[in-house]
């Protein structure tokens, strides 16, 4: 997932004009070459693997019938169980309000989450998530946390960001019929009644911004009837019922709600859709003038540099490699029994107080006596699985026809053709004079595979890597037929639930702060049904303070 989707900001038309000749003749030298097979040197000397998760500390939990009973006691005020974006928030505002005897307990071996960094061959790269859009008014509690860092300042009666960590120019462009085209949203040489049908999302759009307000997080704005209808079908359905059938606005909806959500404009709900334009920059059709494009922020290592920065002030009280496997409230407190795989020991922790900012499919699972509430969400809860490939590349890549090489850069095809969603360039932030070896961090969402997310984990599960990385290198080879030469490693990391896909809901239910249960308080972007930065540290820190 990669970028905040703003649509367009074409001015220039008479150039894009220019270039879709030029994208003629590419497309159709192309063709002629068939570069992937021509050029074909074999796949063998990249070397990689997968990368990233444990697996088989997750399964531990679903798998084990019998633990070993408890071999350490551990005493903490307050427990936090998850070290994601959440769970690190939790930490944050609890350290804030002086509370300081507390410890948080991470299956992995380095907290982050979704929101975790590597590294290949020396090149800083995301695991996961990486770029945070510049917050809103709605999200004042991730604008403190980028005031404390000094990411965001008030200068002569402005707000201003730091420049390093904006994302520098360009930041997006598709690869369509066979040329690199400004900005995500297919263009170059599309018919009038496509332009027609993008300028009638365009109102649609500005309507629902009208009809109610859209927040991120989501909970700041009521879920008025306008949205609860929309949270009761699924965005496809709302879509033909506006006659919206044009395939290149399809490709683009779905794609965004792929980058996004995890699945497709036919699995996720209206409102999901709606929001994702509603409550950030709009939907701007080509040729009206859109708003100031709103920026983001973004480093080599992705949001790890958030996570990191968060973890460190936790020092001791940060445990890693820990699985915990049970939540309960007892007479006095809480107790949790977590399995530490370093010493291959149970350890059972007395607390008064818990935070559970794991995802809801597990915190359903480890929560004894579970209130209604969760296990209800729970049940309704569908979770995407995902693929992110770091594909090292020794030189820089010849370009096709149009814009330069951008952050963000996407190419347009069907499920079979482009089943990714492009890739994001980790050096591109680099003020290097002459661009070298990077990292290309492509992301697959499989929460839409033929089968559903079911289809798609066991596929993520079964696949081996050279089947992925052979498939990731012909998909990416239509725009860079030099790829599989300047190709040295390929790292994979599989989620097998990575985040909440934000399915239609009967009762047109949407996002939720969960309610306390006694002495625990539950964190996690999976309340909000869909997953960003925003929603899981907001619901983090509210827990935590
Ligand atoms: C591939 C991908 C790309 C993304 N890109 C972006 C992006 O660019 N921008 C953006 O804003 N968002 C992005 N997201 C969304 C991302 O999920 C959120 O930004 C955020 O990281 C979610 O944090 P969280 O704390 O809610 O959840 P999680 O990241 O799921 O954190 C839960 C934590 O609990 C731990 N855990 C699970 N079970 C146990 C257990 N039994 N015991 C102990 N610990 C356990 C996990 O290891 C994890 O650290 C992306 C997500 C994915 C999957």
């Not at 997750?58 to 005493?75: C, E, F, S, Y």
């Not at 080599?300 to 049970?326: F, K």
């Not at 591109?428 to 997310?453: C, D, I, K």
């Amino acid at each position: 997932m990669k970028k905040s989707g703003a649509v367009l900001r074409t001015k220039g038309w008479p150039g894009l004009q220019r270039r879709s000749v030029l994208s003629a003749g590419a497309a159709s030298l192309l063709g002629a070459c068939k570069p992937w097979l021509d050029a074909d040197p074999g796949s063998d000397h990249i070397t990689g693997g997968f990368t990233g998760i444990n697996e088989a500390r997750g399964h531990l939990l679903r798998d084990t019938k019998t633990w070993p009973a408890p071999a350490v006691q551990r005493k903490t005020r307050v427990l936090i169980a998850g070290g994601g974006v959440a769970g690190l928030a939790a930490a944050r505002a609890l350290r804030l309000r002086g509370m300081n005897d507390f410890a948080l307990l991470e299956l992995e071996d380095e907290a982050g989450g979704n929101s975790r960094g590597g590294s290949v061959a020396g090149v800083a790269c995301p695991l996961g998530a990486h770029y945070l859009p510049l917050p809103g008014d709605d999200a004042p509690e991730v604008q403190d946390l980028l005031e404390e860092w000094g990411l965001r300042q008030r200068v002569a009666g402005r707000w201003e960001y730091d420049e390093r960590a904006m994302c520098h120019s360009p930041q997006e462009r598709l690869f369509f019929n066979g040329a690199w085209q400004e900005g995500l949203l297919p263009v170059q040489g599309v018919g009038e009644e496509t332009l027609a049908q993008y300028r009638r999302f365009a109102a649609l759009v500005e309507a629902a911004r009208h009809d109610a307000r859209w927040s991120i997080p989501a909970f700041r704005s009521a879920q008025t009837p306008f949205k609860q209808t929309l949270a009761a079908i699924t965005f496809d359905t709302y879509l033909q019922q506006h006659e919206l059938t044009d395939v290149h606005l399809r490709w683009y909806l779905d794609y965004c709600c792929r980058d996004d959500y995890g699945a497709g404009l036919e699995s996720v709900s209206a409102w999901a859709g709606i929001h994702y334009f509603a409550s950030r920059h709009g939907f701007h059709a080509p040729g009206y003038e859109a708003a100031e494009r709103e920026g983001l922020l973004t480093w080599p290592e992705g949001n790890a540099w958030l996570t990191r920065r968060m973890a460190s002030p936790l020092a001791e009280r940060l445990h890693t490699g820990q699985i915990v496997l049970r939540v309960e409230q007892v007479k006095h407190g809480v107790e949790v029994d977590a399995f530490n795989t370093f010493t291959q020991q149970m350890e059972r922790w007395q607390a008064e107080q818990v935070i559970v900012a794991l995802p809801i499919s597990v915190a359903a699972r480890i929560v004894r006596n579970p209130p209604a509430f969760l296990m209800q969400t729970a049940a309704r809860t569908v979770q995407a699985p995902w693929l992110v490939a770091n594909i090292h590349i020794a030189r820089p890549l010849f370009d096709r026809p149009g814009p330069a090489p951008s952050w963000d850069n996407v190419i347009y095809g069907d499920a079979a053709s482009a089943p990714g969603l492009g890739y994001v360039d980790a050096m591109h932030q680099s003020l290097l004079p002459v661009p070298g070896a990077t990292v290309l961090t492509h992301y697959r969402a499989l929460g839409n595979v033929v089968g559903g997310p079911v289809k798609g984990r066991e596929q993520l599960l079964q696949r081996p890597w050279v089947q992925w990385r052979d498939d990731m290198l012909r998909e990416l080879s239509v725009a860079h037929p030099d790829l599989l030469r300047k190709t040295t490693r390929i790292d994979i990391t599989r989620y097998g639930h990575a985040m909440a896909i934000p399915v239609p809901d009967a009762q047109g239910r949407a996002a939720q702060v969960p309610p306390s249960f006694g002495r625990i308080r539950f964190a996690h972007s999976d309340w909000a049904s869909y997953s960003v930065f925003e929603e899981a540290f907001t619901l983090g820190h509210l827990a935590g303070s």
